[in-house]
């Protein structure tokens, strides 16, 4: 039974939406909003990144991920054989969304490289902004779902839910009452769970972005893309057993879990992007330092000859 006293009540007398979970939600908002906005401004600015290269990677993500990727994971899960094994459909699951990652964002950069966005001098900034687009279908996501719960929640506080309950009818007062008390029984942190994980996506999107721009410009190993795809596998791996119920039931031992590869998943993307810029930077002293002998010859040299 609900213990009602815990929480505070609305002018009806009946309990508040927890302001811990109100803190959550908002909190998951902006942790939707404003870590892609500052990735883009940052390689915008830092990198001279084109805002362009927003539009191919939430096309990626469209054509790859909502709309192939869906269709092959319905046509699987209608195979007996595969839908009666709850491991199976989970290590599936999660190796083809994580191989279905990789394949379009090499896509997604093949494609920046054909339109001319990409040279020396920006490369590594639309690489990034690209990788913030594939993620932003996510962003839209959670805007209109969080922030319904958000709105609805903050209306019951300030209306009460008994009032609003009395202006509805059959079943959208039905309706409203189980809202109200999946917000009371639900634990706070559980709202904070898709903005941390829309974080950590945004993260492994925008290092697997600049790991395979560092290995299609041959700043990079061909093996250290077969290493990222093992990595978003390994990522997918927990949020797969925990949908289907076959581990992970806390789910903040699966965030932790994933937490962990998408660190690994940065780390590698940092280090790859500190080498290729290195010799990028190389490479444009040596082009600047050809440009000025054509300008200026050595007369010495004509001389002596």
């Known amino acids: 039974m609900l213990n009602l006293t815990s929480f505070f009540t609305a002018i009806d007398g009946t309990p508040q939406v927890p302001m811990m979970s ?7 908002l902006a942790l939707a909003v404003v870590p892609p906005v500052f990735a883009i401004r940052h390689a915008k600015k830092k990198y001279r990144g084109s805002l362009k290269s927003i539009l191919f990677g939430l096309a990626m993500y469209v054509i790859f991920e909502f709309i192939i990727l869906s269709v092959v994971t319905a046509a699987w899960k209608n195979m007996e054989a595969v839908s009666s094994n709850k491991v199976l459909m989970a ?15 090499v896509i997604m950069i093949l494609a920046l490289a054909k339109s001319r966005l ?9 690489a990034t902004i690209a990788g913030v687009g594939y993620t932003l279908y996510r962003t839209f996501l959670i805007m209109i779902i969080v922030g319904q719960r958000f709105v609805l929640a903050l209306t019951i506080n300030m209306f009460g839910a008994g009032n609003l309950s009395s202006e509805m009818q059959g079943e959208e007062m039905e309706g409203l009452a189980d809202i109200y008390e999946a917000f009371l029984t639900t634990p706070a942190y559980i709202f904070l769970i898709d903005g941390i994980k829309y974080l950590m996506v945004l993260v492994i999107s925008v290092s697997l972005a600049v790991i395979i721009y560092a290995v299609y410009n041959k700043k990079a190993h061909r093996l250290l893309l077969a290493f990222a795809l093992l990595i978003n596998v390994l990522f997918e791996l927990p949020f797969a057993l925990n949908y289907y119920d076959v581990a992970f039931e806390n789910e903040l031992v699966m965030l932790l879990v994933a937490a962990l590869f998408t660190v690994w998943m940065a780390l590698l993307a940092y280090k790859t992007k500190n080498v290729s810029l290195k010799e990028e930077v190389r490479e444009r002293e040596t082009e600047i330092r050809n440009a000025k002998k054509q300008a200026f010859p050595d007369f010495n040299a004509n001389i002596k000859k």
């Open 22 to 28: 109100m803190i959550c939600m908002a909190t998951t």
């Open 91 to 105: 290590f599936l699951e999660a190796f083809l969304t994580g191989f279905t990652g990789i394949f379009a964002r």
């Open 118 to 126: 990409m040279d020396n001098s920006n490369s590594i900034g639309n």
